[in-house]
């Protein structure tokens, strides 16, 4: 969503500098405008966060089982332009695999295929378009251990 609205971005700058001329001037008029500018900043870069970025887990922080193979779903705060997902398991060696993964039930969903793995520290690299262009790299560690 960054930069996507220049006239607010207008606003924003406009009512921060006239802010500080205001407090200069020490005129009360501009306080108010001050507030509303500052307001207007925290709101578009609360929205200019990353998109899309893991929201939950099938997993729910908890280890998989070892030695069998696991569909995770894992959701998004957005929706997602599936043909661009894109899913690598990483081990403790660094070594990357690329994994299947499927359509999930929503557009901000995916599932992917978890091949056998022993127990042991493992990260999922994913890179993501989300629908409104922007992509996204991360990691998301997890853990394999023997079934209880
Ligand atoms: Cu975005």
Sequence with gaps: MRSQNPAMGLFVWGGIIACVIGDAMILRKFSNLCSA??????????????HAIVTGTSMNG?????????????????????????????????????????????????FIQIPLLKPGAYALRYRLLAVDGHFTDNLLRFAVSEPK
Aim: hydrophobic residues 55%.
């Design 62 to 110: 908890q280890p998989l089982a070892a030695n069998r193979v696991a569909e995770v779903e894992l959701h998004f705060n957005s929706a997602v332009e599936f043909n661009f997902v894109r899913v690598f398991l990483i081990n403790v060696k660094g070594q990357e695999t690329r994994l299947v993964v499927k359509a999930g039930k929503t557009r901000d969903a995916i």
């Design 37 to 50: 500018a500052l307001f207007a900043l925290l709101v578009t870069s609360a929205a200019a966060g990353a």
